[in-house]
């Protein structure tokens, strides 16, 4: 079963960026990845899915297109979500998970492979 590790979350003040990792012991190559988040008290919602690696097909919610990034870092076998401009609503578990791109388009419920998250808290 595929596993997956999140990293780069923590506490951050309003305006300030963060770049969240996820990575496996496995090769990622193959899979397309996505990250999704859960606010407190909110359902798992999705950010951003980006298609196997030597595709150039991404996905990013309109909520937060305008601040969040989502990557590929192939030489070390991750995938990264760079938010900036960070707003205390962004506070939430932030999940990585892995599938095909039509599961990471589907939603939480398609049948991914999850990471455990990594906790992001915007706060003063």
């Known amino acids: 079963q595929l596993q997956l590790v999140e990293s780069g979350g923590g506490l951050v003040q309003p305006g300030g960026s963060l770049r969240l990792s996820c990575t496996s012991s496995t090769s990622l190559d193959n899979y397309s990845l996505g990250w999704f988040r859960q606010g407190p008290g909110m359902e798992r919602e999705g950010l951003g899915c980006i298609s196997v690696s030597g595709s150039s097909s991404t996905t990013i919610a309109r909520s937060i297109m305008d601040r969040f990034t989502i990557g590929r870092d192939e030489a070390n076998n991750s995938v990264y979500l760079q938010m900036n401009s960070l707003k205390p609503e962004d506070t939430g578990a932030y999940y990585c998970?892995?599938?095909?791109?039509?599961?990471?388009?589907?939603?939480?419920?398609?049948?991914?492979?999850w990471g455990q998250g990594t906790q992001v808290t915007v706060s003063s």
């Open positions: 998970a892995a599938g095909t791109y039509m599961q990471c388009v589907g939603g939480p419920d398609s049948g991914l492979s």
